[in-house]
C-alpha cells in the first residue's frame, strides 16, 4: 500500500483561520500533529482518513483561558464537557487554587479531599509531580496551569490573617521559582477567597515581581466584583504596573443591581490603561448567574486557620449576632436567597438539595435562611457551592464585545456520568463556546463569527504564549474544530446541567480525532503546556 501524504484530510469546509478574517472554502491536511496544507482541491486520495466539512465551519480548536480543570482530568482523562465544546486547550489554575504547591500544612486536607470526594490518590507535592501524573494517563486535552497565590499561601503559613514574616515571603518566592521552572504559565489570585483575600497588596506585588522574573501572567479574580469593584480594578491594574506583568482580570463582571452602572468606568479604565502600555486582557462566560462556594457568604475574619477551627467559630454561639450581621448584608445584595441555588454538596444526605434556591431549602428544613446556610456549612464542612443570579445580561454583551475581552468558561471538563456527573453544577463547563456561536453569533448577532473565533483562539493563544496553536496555519498544530453554525447550540441547562452541545461534530487534537461524528474515540492524545522559560533580569 502507497504511503499516503496525509494523515487526515478535513475537505470543503469555510475554514476561520482564527485571526478574525471571513471564512473562506478551504481544505485542511493535517500529517502527524501539524497543519501541513491549506488550500483547495486537495485530492482526498492523498490522505489516510478524510472528514467531509462541507457547509460547516472548521475552526482553530477553542482555548479557554478560565479552567478550574485539574483533578478531574484524573478522574476522567476523556474531558467531556470541555472536548465536547470543541476545546482543545485548557488554561486552569485559576482564581488562586490549584492541586500544587503541597507542604505539610496543606498537604493532608488536600489528599483527604481527592480521596473521599473522587477516590484518586495524591502523590505529588509540586506542579512537575502533578504533570507526571496527567502525562501518565493522557487526556483528550492539552492542558496549562498557573499556580494559585491561595495554595502558596496556605502552604507556606496557612490560613492567617496576617502579612507574611520575611522568612515566609522568602519561602513563597522559592516556590514560586521552582514551579515556574517546571512550567507554570504565572501566578494566580482569589482575593474574595480565605487565605488569598488576606494578603495585602505589598505582599502581590512583591510575588507578582518574582513571578515576572520567569516572563509569567498574573491572573487575578479580584478583591470585589460588586460595591468596591472600581477600586479592585484599581488595585489589580497598580499590582501589575509596579510588578511589570501581564495582567489576566479573571471573569469580568459587575455583581448586584446597584452595580451594574460601573460598565462605562470598567471598561474605559482596561482601555485606558492597555493604550498606555499595560499587556491587559479579561474573559467572560455568556451567563447571567455567577457560580463559587457558599462560604463566599461568610466573614473573612470567622474563615482563619484550619476547617476545624473555621467551623468551630461557626458553631459557637458567641459569634453568632456578628455572622448574622455579616450574612444579612449579603442577603440584601443579592435581593433575596431565592436567587442563589445549592449545586453542589459532598455528603450523600444532602444531594437533594442540590437545584434548590436557599429560600426552598431552608423552608423544607424547617429553619431561616442564615440558620440553614450556618447549619449546611457545618455539616459539609466547608463543601458547598451556589450559583448566584446576580449579573445583567446587556452587561455581558457590551463586555464581551470590548476588543480586550476573551471568552472563558470559568468550568470544569465535566461529564454526565460517574463522579463528574453529581449534582448541579453551572452549566458553563457544558455550554460556554457553543451558546456564544449559538444564541450570540447566530441568533442574536451581536458580533460576527469570525471574530468570536478570534475571541477563542489566537486572541487568547499571543496572551498566554500558546505557542504554535490558536491558529489555521501550515506549521501549527493541528488543534481544531469543526462545527455547523446552523445547529450548533449549547443544551446544557440550570437544571439540567449535565447535557453535552449540539452541532460539533468533529474536534482534532494534535492531529488526532478526539470527536468523531459526535462520539468521543477514547484517544487521548492532549499534551502539557509548560511556559516556556523566559528569564528576565
Not at 509596579?242 to 451594574?260: C, F, G, T
Not at 458553631?315 to 444579612?328: G, H, L, S
Not at 493563544?461 to 447550540?489: N, T
Amino acid at each position: 500500500m502507497a504511503t499516503k501524504d496525509f494523515d487526515l484530510l478535513i475537505l470543503g469546509g469555510v475554514v476561520y483561520d482564527g485571526l478574525g478574517h471571513p471564512g473562506l472554502e478551504a481544505d485542511v491536511a493535517v500529517a502527524k500533529d501539524r497543519i501541513a496544507r491549506v488550500a483547495t482541491g486537495i485530492d482526498p486520495a492523498r490522505a489516510a482518513e478524510v472528514i467531509d466539512a462541507r457547509g460547516m465551519a472548521v475552526a482553530p480548536g477553542f482555548i479557554d483561558p478560565h479552567s478550574h480543570t485539574d483533578i478531574e482530568l484524573l478522574v476522567n482523562p476523556r474531558a467531556e464537557s470541555k472536548i465536547r465544546q470543541g476545546v482543545t486547550t485548557e488554561i486552569a489554575g485559576n482564581c488562586g487554587y490549584t492541586v500544587f504547591p503541597l507542604t505539610w500544612r496543606n498537604y493532608e486536607e488536600r489528599r483527604r479531599y481527592c480521596d473521599e470526594q473522587y477516590g484518586v490518590p495524591l502523590i505529588w507535592r509540586d506542579i512537575g509531580g502533578f504533570f507526571s501524573e496527567l502525562e501518565s494517563r493522557g487526556m483528550a486535552v492539552n492542558y496549562a496551569t498557573f499556580m494559585g497565590h491561595g495554595t502558596l499561601r496556605g502552604a507556606v503559613f496557612g490560613a492567617q490573617d496576617r502579612p507574611p514574616n520575611s522568612e515566609e515571603l522568602a519561602a513563597m518566592k522559592e516556590l514560586i521559582r521552582q514551579n515556574m521552572e517546571m512550567g507554570a504559565l504565572g501566578l494566580s489570585t482569589g482575593l474574595i477567597y480565605v487565605p488569598g483575600c488576606y494578603a495585602d497588596q505589598r505582599e502581590l506585588i512583591e510575588l507578582c515581581r518574582e513571578t515576572a522574573v520567569y516572563g509569567g501572567m498574573y491572573s487575578t479574580h479580584m478583591r470585589n466584583e460588586s460595591d468596591y469593584l472600581i477600586e479592585a480594578v484599581e488595585e489589580a491594574i497598580t499590582i501589575a504596573l509596579e510588578a511589570r506583568i501581564s495582567l489576566q482580570i479573571s471573569h469580568l463582571k459587575l455583581a448586584y443591581p446597584r452595580n451594574w452602572s460601573k460598565i462605562h468606568f470598567v471598561l474605559s479604565r482596561i482601555s485606558e490603561v492597555n493604550a498606555q502600555g499595560l499587556e491587559i486582557l479579561a474573559d467572560r462566560y455568556p451567563y447571567t448567574a455567577s457560580s463559587t462556594v457558599l462560604s463566599a457568604f461568610m466573614p473573612p475574619w470567622i474563615q482563619q486557620g484550619t476547617t476545624s477551627e473555621y467551623l468551630a467559630r461557626l458553631e459557637d454561639p458567641a459569634n453568632d449576632e456578628k455572622i448574622r450581621d455579616y450574612v444579612n448584608i449579603q442577603e440584601e445584595k443579592v435581593g433575596s436567597w431565592d436567587n442563589v441555588f445549592i449545586s453542589s454538596v459532598l455528603r450523600k444526605d444532602n444531594e437533594h438539595l442540590a437545584g434548590k434556591s436557599i429560600r426552598r431549602a431552608a423552608r423544607d428544613a424547617g429553619k431561616e435562611p442564615y440558620i440553614f446556610i450556618r447549619d449546611l456549612l457545618i455539616s459539609e464542612e466547608d463543601q458547598v457551592w451556589m450559583i448566584n443570579f446576580s449579573l445583567n445580561e446587556d452587561n455581558f454583551k457590551r463586555i464581551i464585545l470590548h476588543p480586550l475581552v476573551v471568552i472563558g468558561s470559568d468550568g470544569w471538563a465535566r461529564a454526565p456520568y460517574g463522579p463528574l456527573g453529581k449534582d448541579k453544577p453551572h452549566p458553563r463547563s457544558y455550554g460556554t463556546f457553543p451558546r456564544m456561536l449559538g444564541r450570540y453569533v447566530r441568533e442574536e448577532r451581536i458580533m460576527s463569527l469570525e471574530r468570536a473565533i478570534e475571541k477563542m483562539t489566537s486572541l487568547t493563544a499571543r496572551k498566554f504564549g500558546i505557542y504554535g496553536r490558536g491558529q489555521i496555519k501550515e506549521g501549527f498544530f493541528a488543534d481544531l474544530s469543526v462545527f455547523d453554525p446552523e445547529r450548533v447550540i449549547d443544551r446544557a441547562t440550570w437544571t439540567e446541567p449535565h447535557q453535552y452541545p449540539e452541532g460539533i461534530p468533529y474536534v482534532i487534537v494534535n492531529g488526532v480525532p478526539v470527536i468523531h461524528e459526535g462520539s468521543h474515540t477514547e484517544r487521548l492524545p492532549g499534551r502539557i503546556l509548560r511556559k516556556r522559560q523566559t528569564i528576565i533580569l
